[in-house]
């Protein structure tokens, strides 16, 4: 587990680097964490979620042992929100909620579960990658967009209409329900739009890691250190401790979905809560922090879970 681990989180920070690196020489411009952000979250992630939800089989997925994953993890996201509402509105609050119960399935879950469980276990966790923007984001895309509203002091129907709106026409949430769409059409992707979306939906990964560097040599971690430990903490300890409590005795998993479950709650904190910041222009700095020192600290958190775990079922 440490050697594999240890390998993907080198690759990462080694690229979060590069991307500092470039900031500090300027070789992209003042405003690259800006740009390069903007760019990914509105061009590159909506073809790969678009991708994603119109070539998922949804007939034959695990949905007990996504529900036993998914409802305890929404339940975290909308605990954090409203503890969050308790101190300000705007965007922030939702931007902590997903901290806390958005986890890295891809550069950092996919490789480690593949390595672990092989075949089997990446089957059921590409169920937890397929819908973890559907389920989280989108919520976290009403709740901004609703507190956003709000701030402005309509009335209710008009806040209303205006969450509507902005919360279906987004980068996140319109792509996702188009893929739905299509999806239910029972018809496949021709092979040239497929092409373009699997090329432009590659460059998700790597630019959000540049981000993260870009951002980080911008803003620095002065000053935000102590919350990103506590988010950091948070993702790494509190969600799974929960996911494995509802899984285990409320949905009755067992073996290899409880163990492929759990771990995908105990990842680091993903890329995609920065982008999901930069939409909204709050909190980036923080949310870079936090990200760093989750992904840092997974390396010893994600070991002793797999210990929590091999002590409580068999794979």
């Known amino acids: 587990m440490s050697a594999i681990v240890f390998g993907k989180l080198l690759a990462i920070f080694v690229i979060i680097g590069v991307g500092w690196g470039a900031g500090r020489t300027r070789l992209l411009g003042a405003d690259a964490a800006a740009v390069i952000g903007r760019a990914t979250f509105t061009i590159f992630a909506p073809a790969l979620l678009f991708r994603t939800m119109a070539g998922i089989d949804i007939a034959h997925l695990p949905w007990t042992t996504l529900a036993a994953y998914f409802v305890p993890t929404l339940v975290i996201q909308l605990t954090m929100y409203a ?3 308790r101190r300000g509105r705007g965007a922030g609050p939702s931007i902590r909620s997903l ?13 480690v579960v593949t390595a ?18 559907l389920v989280l984001l989108t919520t976290a895309t009403i709740l901004a967009e609703k507190d956003l509203a709000q701030n402005g002091q309509a009335g209710v129907l008009a806040t209303a209409a205006t969450t509507a709106r902005k919360a279906i026409v987004h980068p ?11 999806n239910a059409t029972g018809l496949g992707l021709p092979g040239p739009v497929d ?17 993260i560097g ?8 002065a000053g935000h ?10 993702k790494l300890l509190v969600q799974p401790a929960i996911v494995l409590a509802v899984a285990y005795w409320g949905f009755g998993l067992r073996g290899l979905p409880l163990v492929v ?32 020192a989750s992904t840092t600290g997974f390396l010893v958190t994600g070991a002793l879970w797999l210990l929590v775990l091999s002590a409580i079922t068999t794979v």
Request: charged share 5%.
């Open 225 to 234: 250190v102590r919350r990103a430990v506590v988010l950091a903490a948070g």
């Open 116 to 133: 672990l469980f092989g075949t089997a276990g990446l089957a059921i966790h590409i169920g937890f990658v397929s819908l973890q923007a």
């Open 83 to 85: 503890f969050g509402c």
């Open 261 to 292: 479950a759990v771990l995908c709650a105990a990842l680091p904190i993903g890329a995609n809560v920065l982008l999901f910041a930069q939409r909204y222009e709050e909190l980036e700095a923080e949310t870079t922090a936090a990200i760093v």
């Open 99 to 111: 901290s806390v119960s958005f986890s890295n399935t891809v550069q950092v879950g996919i490789p």
């Open 195 to 211: 092409d373009v979306l699997i090329t432009l939906g590659a460059a998700v990964v790597p630019l959000s890691l540049i981000t």
């Open 214 to 221: 870009l951002t980080l040599q911008l803003n620095g971690v």
């Open 172 to 182: 996140v949430v319109l792509p996702v329900l188009l893929g739905l769409a299509y």
